[in-house]
């Protein structure tokens, strides 16, 4: 067969493929995930973002593939796996706590970045402007440092009669500062006596939740960080071995067994920032796209963990809780 003739003949059968044979010969772009936590405790919140992404037109495996990097806890990792995402190369990086958001920025200023962050973007450095990001990074926020001073309203309403509280706070943490302020000044009104405790390996939650019956805590407010994330069960376990009465930021610690939480929702967040994911995988730029605000919240209570520690729920409570978990 002549060369013009095969060719002829070639195109003609490529353009009798059916559409989705024809897909699969163009590459897939690749949604670089990272994370400072664990899988296990994220599972919920990972759904929720394929949701997002499935909405916008995407799904995994089939005209999009995402990679995961999770950093265990471990937040000096995370240069090494966005390098890794970045050297790839992925299509977008979605940097789902504030840790990864802030590596992938400083990895690059030409793959977009959707982040997602439970603080205040502009105070971080990753946008200059909330409705005007430029750059490269947009993302969603959620109510999560804002309401730490709630937590503890909560708590004290739980145990009214405690003279003493704690907070368990990562240093490492780039909000570390302004959770122990905001939450000595909530103190101060509520006429409590706060102790800030340091934790950022899991030698070091052991020793501070020990601490608590050395200072007659009467409850532990858990501040939002992706490492505690990570130690949802052990932190449980540990509050639950000492007898503290604790406040977390997000459902997955009560439904590890912890007794409260009350924060921003992550399913909701995580889902936003799928959908996001699937603006910029159809052409539009990360820095033309407004940082969006996940305004939900939900206060979640555990009744079997209440019974164990001996305490009961007020109906005011009760009333207002978003779940009760029996």
């Not at 924060?263 to 799928?274: K, L, N, P, R």
């Not at 159809?282 to 407004?290: D, F, R, V, Y």
Request: aromatic fraction near 6%.
């Amino acid at each position: 067969m002549k060369r013009r003739a095969f060719i002829t003949l070639l195109c003609a059968a490529a353009a009798a493929w059916p559409p989705a044979a024809r897909a699969q010969q163009a590459a897939m772009p690749v949604v670089g995930f990272v994370n400072s936590g664990s899988p296990g405790p994220y599972a919920p919140n990972v759904a929720a973002f394929l949701q997002g992404l499935k909405e916008a037109g995407y799904v995994d495996g089939q005209n999009v593939a995402v990679e995961f990097r999770w950093a265990e806890g471990q937040n000096d990792q995370l240069p090494a796996l966005v390098a890794d995402l970045v050297r790839r190369p992925v299509t977008v990086i979605a940097a789902t706590t504030i840790a990864a958001a802030l590596a992938a920025k400083a990895a690059t200023t030409t793959i977009p970045i959707i982040f997602r962050t439970g603080a205040d973007p502009v105070g971080l450095g990753l946008v200059t402007s909330l409705n005007r990001p430029g750059g490269n990074l947009t993302g969603v926020t959620s109510l999560n440092i804002e309401v730490g001073s709630k937590r503890l309203e909560l708590l004290h309403e739980l145990v009214p009669t405690a003279a003493v509280m704690a907070v368990l706070v990562n240093p490492i943490n780039p909000n570390a500062e302004r959770t122990s302020k905001d939450l000595e000044t909530a103190a101060r009104t509520l006429r409590l006596r706060l102790r800030v405790l340091h934790a950022r390996t899991e030698r070091d939650l052991d020793a501070a939740l020990a601490s608590l019956v050395q200072i007659d805590a009467g409850g532990l407010v858990i501040s939002p960080d992706a490492f505690f994330a990570s130690q949802n069960e052990n932190l449980a376990a540990l509050s639950a071995r000492y007898g503290i009465p604790s406040m977390h930021f997000s459902r997955d610690f009560v439904i590890a067994g912890g007794l409260m939480s009350y924060g921003g929702s992550f399913t909701e967040s995580f889902h936003q920032t799928g959908l996001y994911v699937g603006r910029i995988l159809k052409g539009e730029k990360a820095g033309e796209l407004p940082v969006q605000q996940s305004t939900k919240v939900e206060l979640v209570l555990n009744l079997k963990t209440a019974k164990a520690l001996g305490i009961s729920f007020p109906i005011t409570l009760l009333g207002r809780a978003d779940e009760v978990i029996e």
